[in-house]
């Protein structure tokens, strides 16, 4: 099992240009949840998917963030028109029912 | 809301002293409580969590619900435990989880 992969590892957008986060989650999970790591802080949680579900987005911004986890195919995290406070390292996870979250290595963002 | 507290950014020590983690958490119910480590290059991994009380890697911590603490412990540290550790709060099995701020241990030889 490769375990939780994330693409583009690194991601350079310029201000109002979007930006396409993907997370493939580990084999037999149907579960994925994206955190934002903001500079010298911890982990932040944005959104927890389900197979074609949004369970959980009480930490997404209202504005220009959306998240999508498809019948087929990876999860995706949207950023519209982005600024440079999006600039973050992006982190998803994936779990079997209700089990261990596992980590991919993550999507830094960097908005000049 | 929930929260956790991280109140040691860097915690620097020497090969065989004891480490000891702080963390604090606040929540009125019973949540379950994780130690996470993420070593240099790597990606971040579960060390431990409170219901299975193991010892991983020589490391222990003790839920203690008086003072909603969950303090990682290791009488020996070595030099590969250098890394960041982050605790961290899930309100139930599934739940997203709420992490502290973290903490970077760096052992001297």
């Known amino acids: 099992n490769a375990g939780v992969m994330q693409n583009p590892r690194h991601l350079v957008r310029r201000r109002g240009q979007e930006a396409r986060l993907r997370c493939s989650p580990m084999?037999?999970?149907?579960?994925v949840y994206w955190y934002r790591q903001l500079p010298e802080e911890g982990l932040k949680f944005m959104v927890y998917?389900?197979?074609?579900?949004?369970?959980?987005e009480s930490g997404m911004p209202k504005e220009r963030f959306s998240a999508e986890f498809p019948k087929e195919g990876p999860s995706i995290l949207r950023i519209q028109q982005v600024v440079r406070g999006d600039s973050a390292a992006y982190f998803c996870?994936?779990?079997?029912?209700?089990?261990?979250?596992?980590f991919g290595p993550g999507t830094r963002l960097t908005v000049l | 809301a929930q929260r956790v507290t991280q109140p040691e950014k860097l915690l620097s020590v020497f090969k065989g002293a004891p480490v000891e983690l702080k963390c604090n958490y606040s929540?009125?119910?019973?949540?379950?409580l994780f130690w996470y480590v993420q070593y240099s290059r790597q990606r971040l991994q579960l060390l431990l969590r409170?219901?299975s009380r193991e010892s991983i890697k020589g490391f222990t911590a003790d839920l203690n619900k008086g003072e909603t603490s969950f303090h990682l412990k290791k009488p020996f540290a070595q030099e590969e435990d250098s890394a960041m550790y982050y605790c961290?709060?899930?309100?139930?099995?599934?739940?997203?989880?709420?992490f502290g701020g973290g903490t970077r241990v760096l052992v001297k030889p």
């Open positions: 961290a709060l899930q309100k139930a099995a599934g739940n997203k989880l709420t």
């Open positions: 084999k037999g999970h149907s579960h």
């Open positions: 998917l389900q197979k074609e579900n949004i369970i959980d």
């Open positions: 409170h219901i």
């Open positions: 929540y009125s119910g019973s949540p379950e």
């Open positions: 996870a994936s779990s079997p029912e209700r089990d261990e979250q596992f």
